[in-house]
């Protein structure tokens, strides 16, 4: 979840009027400098939110239950979390949180170690579970009729997991494949070295939660289960329920499952909290360099700040957004807009229950770096000397006011804050109430924070710098003497059993039916310009979201074309008619807009009381840009950089590769060396007239949904857009490529293999049989339990794969691909073995319950797309500009609901087979 976030959206452009009145372009100024300086927030922010609609419970074993009923979507999220995390490891048990939480769902007494991936699909089911330093969680979302049985499950786990040795033999392999993968993330492995110098040896920070290599030689499962029955107590436990659900009936089937768990042999937690001392900033600097096979740099600066539990959470946010956040941050626009030394920043400020880090990420253009850390340093000292300006704070109010009703739309991202809230102040109301707290955050106590925690003299850093050419030899030879120590641990857990097919799942009743229907745009209309406008009201929460897209944008998206068109649509923000991108950034962001511009087209939301606003300065944006000429040379020394960063990313880089291979002679096929040629020769004629052709009300669809008056809404779109004129261009999309079977290895220095097999399809979208290829892809390829999961559960041989057949299927031919992330030794036979599974679909088709949990799973996809606004705007243009239909979804959970095995086997003896697929490795092979 943490890297860097580009907003960089789907929005609408209009032609721009060649024509305009002097006297028009003197009141557009006036305009946009008046609204700049008169624009005025609200400091108190009105949630709408009845927090009686909260309920507890607390059981005579100290068990809590806490609810939060939403029925905008018709399902039920049930998480449960333990304020246990890798903080009580002590020295030899680390690691034990984190892999404790990989054995969770191995099965009981009662399930089987295949049951619950089995009941998961049954119901249709998402599931999984995390560690963190300060808690462990495992979660089941479901629709709302079929919630019941999780219920059983999680108790059960939470009280009788099983720890079997051949269990946990599976899931070492597992593990070291997640320690592997690790290794090649590398801002994360930036934010561990950050965390180690940060926190001593003996802090509970100190060490990942993930653990070391060296620790899992002497892990066993009865040291496991010792470590389970310690922590795992029903008084650190709570039980987070979120969604369309009956309480009293909740409540009565969560007590009597919960009631029974373990109180005996209670632990003294004060003396694992005596670990968790209070750590006081120190004047030693750590500055560490990381040596990797890239080509461009990557700064991170920290220092220690305090954690959740000090009540600087909404603080530490404002300081995290004056400094790094946005494009109207303090060194965002030093670093990025007035010096042009880095492509990028961020700041974050991981705060832990205990402590905390804050951290600035920066991306330095060539031979920048030490610059940019000039220029931070100056910036920090700048705050704390002359302070913020009270519009910096205001910002941030409005922004935290939008992502508060968002995050009630979702409800994954709700419970997850949900969680770290009431961990750290056992208060459930609390994060209702945080959202209320940043209007009372002062300048002064935000310099204040600044001074005691982010003191510039005293300031941190980690840096990733190329590896020398001379010096790939010594890292391969350090690779293979860990991979030594690889071979020792999964030699001493080694699995001699077979799987455990799945028992208790064939006991429990069959889903219950929930009739569901997929929304409709309220209105559709058609402006005299050409422009089609989709609008949908969805209420309570009183947010929007626009998106604007190409009515081509899935063709653009892959081509080469959209390149060029994606650095056009980027300059957008540099300047309209009448104003600059400081006054456009400082409006949006002022009104706590997220807003973004690329290739596929544009979006914003916001907050509903401020629709009006943001959809006229959306609209200036869009149809009048005036390409400021002093802004061409600095995008595209950030372009250069981005497609630069991609030439360095294994997954990027390898994907390319297997496109370039299907799509050959295709506009889809190009490299990224093709894009640096491209961007070093735009001009800004160019940039004109590619605005002039593509963006115009006839190329493009406007869809909106939020909580809105539909009839003043439809009349302020008609408002603003209908001077926008243009014509309808359309590109002509070559269905396929001339693919060719060939095998390409690409040699960097990883620590894994990115394996990548591929083949061209027939498939379109419209094609007869893409919606039973979906459902093959969900048995074969997709989601726990399907039948690469199946292979990585029974052979340790990797931790992710994946797979799709006609995938990105469009007006344009799909592609069928499966691919894995994983070690060298074993990609020959992952080879092997991936198309036996396919060739096992082919021959001998699917199983009954296969597809009766297809049709489970689809229906829940359908809740998900329909549960936000964002998601539901990008939905309604892309039903629009394929002509599917907005019942097009309903359609097609009808036709999966009626189909047959004999029908999907038929399909999958016709697509399913092992021939003519391409290799693509990237890694530590070839030349």
């Given at each position: 979840m943490n890297v860097f976030i580009f907003f960089k959206n789907k929005i609408l452009f209009i032609l721009l009027i060649l024509l305009i009145l002097s006297i028009f372009l003197l009141s557009l100024l006036k305009a946009c400098t008046v609204k700049e300086r008169d624009l005025k927030i609200k400091t108190k922010v009105e949630t709408n939110m009845k927090i009686n609609g909260i309920k507890k419970v607390v059981l005579d074993n100290g068990f809590t239950i806490l609810m939060f009923k939403n029925t905008q979507t018709p399902k039920v999220l049930m998480q449960i979390a333990y304020d246990i995390g890798s903080w009580v490891e002590k020295s030899g048990e680390r690691g034990l949180a984190h892999l404790i939480e990989h054995m969770i769902f191995?099965?009981?007494?009662?399930?089987?170690?295949?049951?619950?991936?089995?009941?998961?699909?049954?119901?249709?089911?998402?599931?999984?579970?995390?560690?963190?330093?300060?808690?462990?969680?495992?979660?089941?979302?479901?629709?709302?009729?079929?919630?019941?049985?999780?219920?059983?499950?999680?108790?059960?786990?939470?009280?009788?997991?099983?720890?079997?040795?051949?269990?946990?033999?599976?899931?070492?392999?597992?593990v070291?494949?997640?320690?592997?993968?690790?290794?090649?993330?590398?801002?994360?492995?930036?934010?561990?070295?950050?965390?180690?110098?940060?926190?001593?040896?003996?802090?509970?920070?100190?060490?990942?939660?993930?653990?070391?290599?060296?620790?899992?030689?002497?892990?066993?499962?009865?040291?496991?289960?010792?470590?389970y029955k310690k922590y795992y107590r029903p008084e650190r436990a709570t039980l987070f329920v979120v969604g369309d659900i009956d309480e009293d009936k909740f409540i009565s089937v969560a007590s009597s499952a919960f009631k029974n768990l373990n109180v005996e042999n209670k632990h003294d937690?004060?003396?694992?909290?005596?670990?968790?001392?209070?750590?006081?900033?120190?004047?030693?600097?750590?500055?560490?360099?990381?040596?990797?096979?890239?080509?461009?740099?990557?700064?991170?600066?920290?220092?220690?700040?305090?954690?959740?539990?000090?009540?600087?959470?909404?603080?530490?946010?404002?300081?995290?957004?004056?400094?790094?956040?946005?494009?109207?941050?303090?060194?965002?626009?030093?670093?990025?807009?007035?010096?042009?030394?880095?492509?990028?920043?961020?700041?974050?400020?991981?705060q832990m229950m205990g402590a905390g880090l804050f951290l600035i990420l920066v991306e330095p253009l060539n031979g920048n770096a030490q610059t940019c850390k000039k220029f931070v340093i100056e910036e920090i000292e700048n705050i704390i000397k002359n302070g913020i300006k009270k519009t910096e704070l205001t910002k941030v109010v409005k922004t935290r006011e939008r992502e508060h009703f968002q995050n009630m739309q979702d409800i994954a991202s709700f419970t997850y804050e949900w969680i770290s809230s009431y961990i750290a102040t056992k208060d459930e109301h609390d994060i209702f109430a945080s959202v209320n707290r940043y209007a009372k955050i002062t300048p002064d106590k935000v310099v204040d924070f600044i001074k005691d925690y982010l003191d510039p003299f005293f300031i941190n850093q980690v840096t990733l710098?190329?590896?020398?050419?001379?010096?790939?030899?010594?890292?391969?030879?350090?690779?293979?003497?860990?991979?030594?120590?690889?071979?020792?641990?999964?030699?001493?857990?080694?699995?001699t059993t077979e799987l455990e097919a799945p028992k208790y799942v064939n006991k429990l009743a069959n889903p219950k039916k929930l009739e569901f229907e997929f929304p409709k745009p309220d209105r559709e209309i058609i402006l005299e310009n050409g422009l089609t406008v989709l609008i949908h009201e969805n209420k309570p929460w009183p947010i929007f979201s626009l998106s604007c897209q190409f009515k081509q944008a899935s063709f653009l998206s892959e081509s080469k074309e959209g390149v060029l068109l994606d650095f056009m649509m980027n300059y957008l923000m540099e300047g309209s008619?009448?104003?600059?991108?400081?006054?456009?950034?400082?409006?949006?962001?002022?009104?706590?807009?997220?807003?973004?511009?690329?290739?596929?087209?544009?979006?914003?939301?916001?907050?509903?009381?401020?629709?009006?606003?943001?959809?006229?300065?959306?609209?200036?944006?869009?149809?009048?840009?005036?390409?400021?000429?002093?802004?061409?040379?600095?995008?595209?020394?950030?372009?250069?950089?981005?497609?630069?960063?991609?030439?360095?990313?294994?997954?990027?880089?390898?994907?390319?590769?297997?496109?370039?291979?299907?799509?050959?002679d295709h506009p889809y096929s190009w490299t990224f060396d093709d894009a640096l040629e491209i961007i070093k020769n735009i001009d800004i004629k160019k940039l004109q007239e590619l605005h002039k052709k593509y963006v115009t009300p006839k190329n493009m669809i406007l869809s909106i949904v939020g909580s809105f008056d539909l009839?003043?809404?439809?009349?302020?779109?008609?408002?603003?857009?209908?001077?926008?004129?243009?014509?309808?261009?359309?590109?002509?999309?070559?269905?396929?490529?001339?693919?060719?079977?060939?095998?390409?290895?690409?040699?960097?220095l990883r620590d894994q293999v990115l394996f990548l097999l591929g083949r061209s399809s027939n498939v379109n979208l419209y094609h007869a049989d893409y919606i039973p290829?979906?459902?093959?892809?969900?048995?074969?390829?997709?989601?726990?339990?399907?039948?690469?999961?199946?292979?990585?559960?029974?052979?340790?041989?990797?931790?992710?794969?994946?797979?799709?057949?006609?995938?990105?299927?469009?007006?344009?031919n799909g592609f069928d691909y499966m691919g894995s992330i994983l070690n060298l030794e074993n990609v020959k036979k992952t080879e092997k073995l991936f198309?036996?599974?396919?060739?096992?679909?082919?021959?001998?088709?699917?199983?009954?319950?296969?597809?009766a949990a297809s049709r489970q799973n689809y229906l829940k996809e359908l809740i998900d797309l329909a549960a936000t606004n964002e998601v539901l705007a990008t939905v309604y243009n892309i039903l629009k500009s394929f002509d599917l239909g907005f019942d097009y979804y309903d359609k097609v959970l009808r036709q999966v609901q009626n189909m047959q095995v004999q029908d999907l086997n038929l399909i999958a003896a016709k697509y399913f087979n092992s021939q003519n697929f391409a290799k693509v490795c990237v890694g530590r092979v070839g030349k």
């Amino acid at each position: 979840m943490n890297v860097f976030i580009f907003f960089k959206n789907k929005i609408l452009f209009i032609l721009l009027i060649l024509l305009i009145l002097s006297i028009f372009l003197l009141s557009l100024l006036k305009a946009c400098t008046v609204k700049e300086r008169d624009l005025k927030i609200k400091t108190k922010v009105e949630t709408n939110m009845k927090i009686n609609g909260i309920k507890k419970v607390v059981l005579d074993n100290g068990f809590t239950i806490l609810m939060f009923k939403n029925t905008q979507t018709p399902k039920v999220l049930m998480q449960i979390a333990y304020d246990i995390g890798s903080w009580v490891e002590k020295s030899g048990e680390r690691g034990l949180a984190h892999l404790i939480e990989h054995m969770i769902f191995k099965g009981t007494d009662k399930l089987a170690e295949g049951d619950i991936d089995s009941i998961a699909r049954k119901y249709g089911a998402d599931f999984n579970a995390f560690t963190s330093n300060d808690m462990t969680s495992y979660y089941f979302e479901v629709d709302k009729n079929n919630w019941e049985p999780f219920v059983d499950i999680l108790a059960d786990c939470m009280q009788n997991a099983k720890f079997d040795p051949e269990h946990l033999a599976s899931e070492f392999k597992a593990v070291m494949q997640e320690l592997h993968m690790r290794n090649d993330r590398y801002v994360s492995i930036m934010v561990e070295e950050a965390f180690k110098n940060i926190f001593p040896a003996n802090h509970p920070y100190h060490t990942p939660v993930i653990g070391y290599k060296q620790d899992l030689v002497n892990i066993s499962a009865n040291k496991l289960k010792e470590f389970y029955k310690k922590y795992y107590r029903p008084e650190r436990a709570t039980l987070f329920v979120v969604g369309d659900i009956d309480e009293d009936k909740f409540i009565s089937v969560a007590s009597s499952a919960f009631k029974n768990l373990n109180v005996e042999n209670k632990h003294d937690f004060a003396k694992d909290q005596e670990a968790m001392f209070e750590l006081i900033p120190s004047t030693t600097v750590s500055n560490t360099t990381m040596y990797e096979d890239v080509k461009t740099e990557q700064m991170g600066f920290y220092w220690l700040i305090p954690g959740l539990r000090s009540k600087t959470k909404e603080l530490a946010s404002v300081v995290e957004s004056v400094i790094g956040t946005g494009e109207g941050s303090r060194l965002y626009k030093r670093l990025v807009e007035q010096e042009k030394v880095a492509s990028n920043i961020a700041a974050f400020s991981y705060q832990m229950m205990g402590a905390g880090l804050f951290l600035i990420l920066v991306e330095p253009l060539n031979g920048n770096a030490q610059t940019c850390k000039k220029f931070v340093i100056e910036e920090i000292e700048n705050i704390i000397k002359n302070g913020i300006k009270k519009t910096e704070l205001t910002k941030v109010v409005k922004t935290r006011e939008r992502e508060h009703f968002q995050n009630m739309q979702d409800i994954a991202s709700f419970t997850y804050e949900w969680i770290s809230s009431y961990i750290a102040t056992k208060d459930e109301h609390d994060i209702f109430a945080s959202v209320n707290r940043y209007a009372k955050i002062t300048p002064d106590k935000v310099v204040d924070f600044i001074k005691d925690y982010l003191d510039p003299f005293f300031i941190n850093q980690v840096t990733l710098l190329p590896l020398p050419e001379d010096k790939k030899e010594s890292w391969v030879k350090l690779k293979n003497k860990s991979e030594e120590l690889d071979k020792l641990i999964l030699d001493s857990h080694k699995r001699t059993t077979e799987l455990e097919a799945p028992k208790y799942v064939n006991k429990l009743a069959n889903p219950k039916k929930l009739e569901f229907e997929f929304p409709k745009p309220d209105r559709e209309i058609i402006l005299e310009n050409g422009l089609t406008v989709l609008i949908h009201e969805n209420k309570p929460w009183p947010i929007f979201s626009l998106s604007c897209q190409f009515k081509q944008a899935s063709f653009l998206s892959e081509s080469k074309e959209g390149v060029l068109l994606d650095f056009m649509m980027n300059y957008l923000m540099e300047g309209s008619v009448g104003c600059s991108k400081h006054d456009n950034v400082n409006f949006f962001e002022n009104l706590g807009a997220l807003y973004g511009f690329n290739l596929v087209g544009g979006s914003i939301s916001g907050l509903s009381k401020d629709l009006p606003e943001l959809l006229n300065r959306f609209a200036l944006v869009l149809t009048k840009p005036d390409f400021p000429v002093a802004s061409l040379e600095k995008l595209k020394e950030i372009f250069k950089d981005i497609y630069s960063r991609k030439n360095d990313s294994q997954k990027d880089l390898g994907v390319r590769i297997l496109k370039n291979i299907i799509y050959k002679d295709h506009p889809y096929s190009w490299t990224f060396d093709d894009a640096l040629e491209i961007i070093k020769n735009i001009d800004i004629k160019k940039l004109q007239e590619l605005h002039k052709k593509y963006v115009t009300p006839k190329n493009m669809i406007l869809s909106i949904v939020g909580s809105f008056d539909l009839g003043l809404i439809e009349q302020e779109i008609k408002n603003i857009f209908k001077n926008w004129q243009g014509k309808e261009y359309f590109v002509d999309e070559p269905q396929s490529g001339n693919f060719s079977v060939q095998n390409v290895d690409y040699f960097m220095l990883r620590d894994q293999v990115l394996f990548l097999l591929g083949r061209s399809s027939n498939v379109n979208l419209y094609h007869a049989d893409y919606i039973p290829l979906k459902v093959l892809d969900f048995i074969a390829f997709n989601s726990l339990g399907s039948r690469l999961y199946q292979l990585r559960e029974q052979t340790g041989l990797f931790y992710t794969a994946f797979g799709m057949f006609a995938a990105k299927a469009s007006r344009v031919n799909g592609f069928d691909y499966m691919g894995s992330i994983l070690n060298l030794e074993n990609v020959k036979k992952t080879e092997k073995l991936f198309l036996n599974v396919i060739e096992e679909v082919g021959k001998n088709g699917i199983k009954p319950e296969e597809l009766a949990a297809s049709r489970q799973n689809y229906l829940k996809e359908l809740i998900d797309l329909a549960a936000t606004n964002e998601v539901l705007a990008t939905v309604y243009n892309i039903l629009k500009s394929f002509d599917l239909g907005f019942d097009y979804y309903d359609k097609v959970l009808r036709q999966v609901q009626n189909m047959q095995v004999q029908d999907l086997n038929l399909i999958a003896a016709k697509y399913f087979n092992s021939q003519n697929f391409a290799k693509v490795c990237v890694g530590r092979v070839g030349k």
